[in-house]
């Protein structure tokens, strides 16, 4: 099994900057892609940013240019530096990590979530 755990999430004004991250840990054979998700109330959950093994990374347009996705490997850790914060940046955000486990058994794990509000 492949535990998440997340950290970072918090209060900020607009303008500011938060940074999550998120260490993997557990039955871990080989991490194919890690990614933050997002889910505001009442919208449905979409991609922030992804990177994959192949260092291929992704951005929504609504966050390009401000946030920037990273990942540290001997930690399996992945980071979402949040700069330029807009109140419409506020929601849940979601840890997501594609994986295969150590009995070779693919896996698409999710963290407990941390919110991130920007307000005034």
């Known amino acids: 099994q492949v535990q998440l755990e997340e950290s970072g999430g918090g209060w900020v004004q607009p303008g500011g900057s938060l940074r999550l991250s998120c260490v993997a840990s557990?039955?871990?054979?080989?991490?194919?892609?890690m990614a933050w998700y997002r889910q505001a109330p009442g919208m449905e959950r979409e991609l922030v940013a992804s990177?994959?093994?192949?260092?291929?990374?992704n951005y929504a347009d609504s966050v390009k240019g401000r946030f920037t996705i990273s990942r540290t490997r001997p930690e399996n850790a992945v980071h979402l530096q949040m700069n330029s914060l807009k109140p419409e940046d506020t929601a849940v955000y979601y840890c997501?990590?594609?994986?295969?486990?150590?009995?070779?058994?693919?896996?698409?794990?999710w963290g407990q979530g941390t919110q991130v509000t920007v307000s005034s």
């Open positions: 557990g039955s871990i054979f080989s991490i194919v892609a």
């Open positions: 990177i994959n093994s192949g260092h291929a990374i």
């Open positions: 997501n990590v594609r994986a295969y486990s150590t009995h070779l058994q693919w896996g698409d794990y």
